[in-house]
């Protein structure tokens, strides 16, 4: 048995989202407030606390629908309450189960001919028994109305409701439950736009808690409240004293459940206890004697007094968990020799501390779930416990102070922890553990195969007054196109997974784009400057394979590539020349992939010289996608000025740049390639003569890092600018981020 996929409606940013569960692990990545925590708030609200939702998980964008259905409403008329409840926040969930399970899953069984396969379950907000709505909204109007007939006053003064919204905002939890009900596994659609199937007609609500005796639920929360030694007073059993012990309160916890000898003691566990006993008994008997002649001074002072008052004793009574119970109790030794040199649990370093904590915490997941120690009773497998044959593990941002090999060790091993017990470990084994984790870290990313990403994506504000998000599922992106996949996955890892939490992608040629594009962009783009940008170093001829994944993630990108213009084939077939210096009318075409099969989907340079529709650079109609590449620029030399196309981002950045790379060739150690382009700066007669020294030098032994190095050691590198081509993308790039004019 296993979750196939979860559909969130309705819930915070989630309008409709899709998210498909695999079968081991689901990572969920986007960038900051892409939608990630609402998917575990709601996962969390409806499958483990089942309630506590209030009108701030109701997307906010809903509102104004819901306001419109409440104030139609009139005391004549009945209210129709499924206009309402499907802007309210629900949940459809789908399962797979076999028919050996169905001793599992005979209550969410809609129909007799059920022979295995889909399960679904809808979890929704719905009117407790004898609540109603709109009548206790009508009379919470008109008190209102009768006591201010006014309304809202100039300076904002209304009495309460003034509104649906603030009426739900005191009494959702009062006339509001969680229902759930069964949906058809007919109307189960693979893919498609996310919307949710209608309810069987006449469905009747099955309760709160549909997966009792089938789901065993856990959380590692963000929040997990770690303390440094230094902070407050944790050691000495102050106010930080609970936040500075959170692995030595897992102790206890695990303590009470699986090892209290105290509960169904076994021989062992009677030594334990005898000699507990024999201590307290000890101990007692010191604090007789002890307290035997301040008793004595009590006595004679006359209290307590009198034959019928009880006399005052003072003894010990020692409990197991009490040798837990103290700030020292989980210590670290940190001699390395037999000299047992120990700190309390807070003086370690809080990466540590939060690694040590979630292993922990999933260790006892699992013991909790299979019944570990004192939980087994007299039974013999798990199966006669009457253990849920499904567990589902919430793990919020489990990167908190973790260096990244230590993350990525984390996430490569959460899921063997999880199942590492006798009948977990088993092929066959009839118990499944999914785990979910929400992470801000390519590190964690990196670690995850690439099927298991869910990756969540900002949308525009469609449905109101704020953006929502959706879900783009990584399992089958490239289709049957095995070569691609094969590169992005493997171009993915050997890199780096920071894309998934960009604000914006720029795909570059080369090293050298990657080395002054940043400066380029710090001191002529603030704005740019600000975001998250994710630098992609992807040549012309592999920039395209990347087209599925950039499309899915539908974030802001730019792709700055070259020309790559070859003159045309002789009659053979066969390329004349290599490469070409690009111009006008001689029928050329290029050799670039992008170019010629993606953005703008056009191979001859004639054509691909032509100013683009947009004047800033080609786009994608229907993603914030968009393509820059040389274009004819104005040079001035030997006191002429002429219309010159470059042929790389590097003879364009010294058409554009010449003074500077004048400065550069100056330096001690300049590369043979930055005093070359300042000689040729020098001695070129003409804008044409210095544009084809360029691509000469170019084209015999390029050093396009060194000679990007070079011009770090100009004076002042705000002088330094973007080549046109270039400058119009990160224009554009600009107003994809922020709305304005450069997107258009």
Known sequence: MKFTRIDVFNFRKLRRARLDMADKQTLLVGANNSGKTSAMKALRKFLKDRGGIDTRDVTASNWAAIEQIAGAWTQEAEADLSTLLAQLPFLDVWLHADTSEFHHVAHLIPTLTWTGGLLGVRLRLEPKKGADIKAGYLAARQAAKMLHPDGITANGFALWPRDFREFMDKRMKDLFELNAHLLDPESYTASGPVAPPPLPPLSEGIGPNPFAG??????????????????????????????????????????????????????????????IHEAETTFNARLKNGFANALTE?????????????????????????????????????????????????????????????????????????????????????????????????????????????????????????????????????????????????????????????????????????????????????????????????????????????????????????????????????????????????????????????????????????????????????????????????????????????????????????????????????????????????????????????????????????????????????????????KSISDASTPEDLATALFERLDKSPEKAAFALDLLYIEDIKVLRAPPYIEKGLIWLAGALTGGEGAA
Not at 223 to 238: C, E, I, L, V
Not at 335 to 341: K, L, Q, R, T
């Open 214 to 275: 089938l789901l065993h639920i856990c959380e590692i929360s963000a929040q997990r409240g770690f303390s440094d030694a230094g902070d407050g007073k944790g050691d000495d059993g102050d106010t930080a004293h609970a936040a500075s012990r959170k692995i030595a309160s897992q102790i206890q916890t695990y303590f009470h459940k699986h090892i209290d000898p105290e509960t169904d003691p076994t021989p062992d566990d009677v030594k334990a206890l005898m000699a």
């Open 298 to 678: 009590l006595e004679e002072l006359g209290y307590p007094g009198g034959l019928n008052n009880p006399k005052l004793s003072i003894a010990t009574q020692i409990k197991p968990v009490d040798g837990l119970d103290h700030p020292t109790a989980v210590q670290y030794d940190i001699s390395g020799d037999a000299s047992g040199v120990r700190l309390p649990e807070s003086y370690n370093g809080l990466g540590f501390q939060n690694l040590v904590s979630m292993v922990f915490q999933l260790m006892r997941f699992r013991d909790d779930w299979m019944q570990v120690g004192k939980f087994k009773s007299q039974v013999v497998t798990p199966e006669d416990r009457g253990i849920e044959p499904l567990q589902l593990v919430l793990i919020e941002e489990p990167e908190a102070h973790l260096h990244v090999q230590v993350q990525q060790i984390f996430m490569a091993r959460a899921h063997k922890v999880l199942r590492n017990h006798e009948y977990l470990e088993k092929a066959d084994s009839a118990f499944t553990t999914q785990l979910v984790v929400s992470t801000h870290s390519g590190h964690i990313a990196h670690a995850a195969a690439f099927e298991e990403l869910r990756y969540f994506k900002r949308e525009l504000p469609n449905y109101g007054v704020v953006p929502t998000a959706t879900v783009a599922n990584m399992t089958g992106l490239f289709g049957a196109d095995t070569q691609t996949r094969r590169f992005v996955t493997r171009y993915l890892l050997s890199t780096h997974f920071d894309l998934f939490f960009a604000d914006a992608i720029i795909v570059i040629e080369g090293a050298a784009e990657r080395i002054l594009l940043p400066h380029l962009i710090q001191h002529r783009h603030p704005d740019l400057a600000v975001a998250y940008l994710s630098f992609l170093e992807l040549g012309g001829s592999h920039a395209h394979r990347m087209r599925p994944l950039i499309e899915a993630l539908e974030v802001p990108t730019l792709i700055i590539t070259d020309l790559d213009a070859v003159a045309t084939v002789d009659k053979n077939g066969k390329t004349v020349s290599p490469s070409a210096q690009p111009c006008y009318g001689a029928d050329q075409t290029t050799a670039n992939h992008v170019l010629k099969t993606w953005l703008p989907n056009l191979a001859e340079i004639d054509t691909l010289l032509a100013t683009p529709p947009n004047t800033h650079c080609h786009t994608d109609a229907a993603r914030p996608i968009a393509v820059a590449y040389q274009t004819p620029q104005e040079v001035t030399q030997g006191g002429q000025t002429q219309a010159i196309t470059p042929s790389t981002f590097e003879d364009a950045l010294v058409l554009a740049n010449a003074e500077a790379v004048r400065e550069a060739a100056k330096a001690k150690h300049a590369c043979a390639m930055t005093r070359a382009f300042a």
